[in-house]
């Protein structure tokens, strides 16, 4: 079982890792540890500590100080000053708290979150489960502390549930998925900032005294900071120490936070944003928070990683694509933008067809009248005057020549300039408010209420149903700026952001179980909704508008520290890039797009024999190495972060088989020469590369010396098998 409650103390564990924490003298909730595995009976730390500046309770004749303990999820109006996990106001004016623990139950399994996207389990053997409830006895707010705890992942999911079962009612104004106090000692950060085309930037900073840490405001994930951290050892790097990666499984507003107090402790955590954000529980009701994930490794960050894939593949992901090699798509976005015709998408399916790609994606500018990004947003009919045709006859016409067909929509969204908006300009978020403030000329919908979320499941389902469609790009182009919804009253307007949020996975859900024959991927302007919420309906994200080969070994980098390489959509694009300019080889983009659901983002038929030559080795070798890419493990090997280069492999489980694949940032001349250090193969293993034998223990101890020639090259795939 890997739950124990002994002692007062509660005990988390499995083979690799322990998250221990117990009802404290004063039936506060006090963390003990996460981390390696140890022994929770061991720990005996002293609970009464020495003189200080802190408020006490006397306990047994001794002064209780909470505000030095660790705590597991700390409430505001505490003795404990630092940073709290929960903060409320009752109707009557009340805002003190004082938590104690009440009860707990531990389950098998891991139950559901309803409404909200959670890593779930296949067998109710898979994992454990405990429920902690806390109370507030003079509100009646009950706060339930859900721990997950998985027999075969270094993984613990953690969310609270606030029920409030006192007659007032309850304001939630802060509600954190996860609180963790660490011990002093010398820590690093990593978070994700970035833009629109250049998102997921790896960014190393030493923890300090003092608040840190990154938020969106923007009312999704966002691309300006990743809904992810890692935490780590000052000396861990990606394969050796301690790393601890923190992943909140949302789409909205989030906030991550490290405070380090005055006892130097590291106070961690993540959940929704206290920005603009309150709920109001009436009598009997209930809140839950997003899910978090955190993960532990004594493998460094890359063990970190590999174990965020495996759980988010397996676990996270939904379908029948969730672990399953992807087509190899062509998607006419690059090609034409808005200006296309039945025989311009043809003429490229044709090539596409030739050269072996599998499936054809009309992107935007399909529908209403759109052919610009200036209307018709909401209008989710066929245009089939630009068509020449319905969307039945071109998908026809597309599966004729061997590919199937997919297409994209950006449901939350509409146009002032559209049939919908002419229909119902109160379906708008902010109505009538904000409305001067547009995004790429376009506003959102209102998905707080149940009739636009009605009215696009209906709409976008029955364009689903009206032509053989076997893929679906779910786009979204802009952040939320004005906060309203005329259907809540005023004082729940604070609850704007996350029901909107809601109401996007209720959507979600419903389209992507009635079709679960269609592979979903989303995308945000690119990577500006990348985020383990998103995973759980899409298996697929396209991590960004950035296709330049040299930004995406950047981009591609900072996404794989969390998310698998299986969901990354990668696409080979023209030169000049159209997102910086940059003149890059096709067999560097080719390389680099290679990683992932590999597709193309170009006009094909403009492409030389030469080119279109050299697109079907690589179509060919990806078809052949796509299960190794999709479910291997994954070994970042050099960081572009760090060198002018990246390289990374994947080894399949058997470890038989691997490929490793090497990109420069930066061509130089004359460069020195590179050893490459490949990890997670069998040292007892002999692997052949290029005709020659190497021992699994040279290829991970000594490494492999790149030649003269290869040094010079810009990139390159080996393969390795074992004998
Ligand atoms: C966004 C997406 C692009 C493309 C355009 C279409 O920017 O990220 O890939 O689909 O919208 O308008």
Known sequence: MPIEFKNNKFHLYNDKISYAFEIGADKDILGIHFGGRIIADDVNEEKYSAKSFQCVKMLEGAAYRLGVFNSDYPTATTPDFRIPA???????????????????????????????????????????????????ADSGIEIDLHYSVFNDFAAICRHSVIKNTGSDRVIIKNAQSISLDKPAGKYDYIHFPGSWAREKQLRRHPVHE??????????????????????CDRNADENIGEAYGLSLIYSGNHKFTIECGEFEKPRIQAGINPFMFSWSLESGEEFSTPEAVMVYSDEGIGGMSRTFHRLYRSRLCRGKFKEAVRPILINNW?????????????GIAEKAAAIGIELFVLDDGWFGKRNSDTCSLGDWYANEEKLGGTLKTLAEEINKRGLEFGLWFEPEMISEDSDLYRAHPDWVIGFPYGLELQGRRQHILDFTKKEVRDYIVDTISAVLKSANITYVKWDKNRHVTTPYSNSLPADKQGEFYHRNVLGLYDVMERITSAFPDILFESCSGGGARN????????????????????????????????????????????????????????????????????????????????????????????????ELVIGGDYYRLLSPYESRYSSWMYVSKDKNEALVYYAVTTVLPNNPIVRLKLRGLDKNKYYTLNGRRYSGKTLMNYGLDMNLEDIQRECFIWKLKAE
Not at 112 to 136: H, K, Q, R, S
Not at 334 to 346: R, W
Not at 546 to 557: E, H, K, L, S, W
Not at 589 to 603: H, I, K, P, Q, S
Request: net charge negative.
């Open 86 to 136: 929960f903060e409320a106001e009752v109707k009557s004016g009340k805002n003190c708290f004082s938590f104690k623990y009440k009860e707990h139950k531990i389950i098998k399994g891991k139950p559901e979150i309803v409404g909200l996207p959670a890593v779930y389990t296949e067998n109710e053997n898979e994992a454990e489960t405990l429920i902690l409830t806390l109370l507030d």
């Open 531 to 626: 985020d383990a919420g998103m995973l759980y309906y899409m298996p697929q994200t396209w991590i960004s508008d950035d296709t330049d080969a040299v930004m995406r070994q950047y981009i591609q980098y900072g996404a794989s520290l969390v998310y698998p390489v299986s969901s990354f959509g990668s696409h080979v694009s023209a030169v000049p890039n159209h997102q910086t300019g940059r003149v890059t080889s096709l067999s560097l983009r080719g390389t680099v797009a290679m990683n992932g659901a590999f597709g193309y983002e170009l006009d094909l038929t403009k492409q030389t024999e030469e080119d279109l030559n050299k697109m079907k080795e690589h179509v060919e070798f990806y078809k052949a190495e796509r």
């Open 210 to 231: 003092g608040e840190q840490g990154f938020e969106s405001r923007v009312g999704s994930s966002g691309n300006i900071e990743n809904p992810f951290m890692v935490f």
């Open 334 to 346: 690059e090609a034409t933008y808005f200006d296309f015709d039945m025989h311009k998408l043809i």
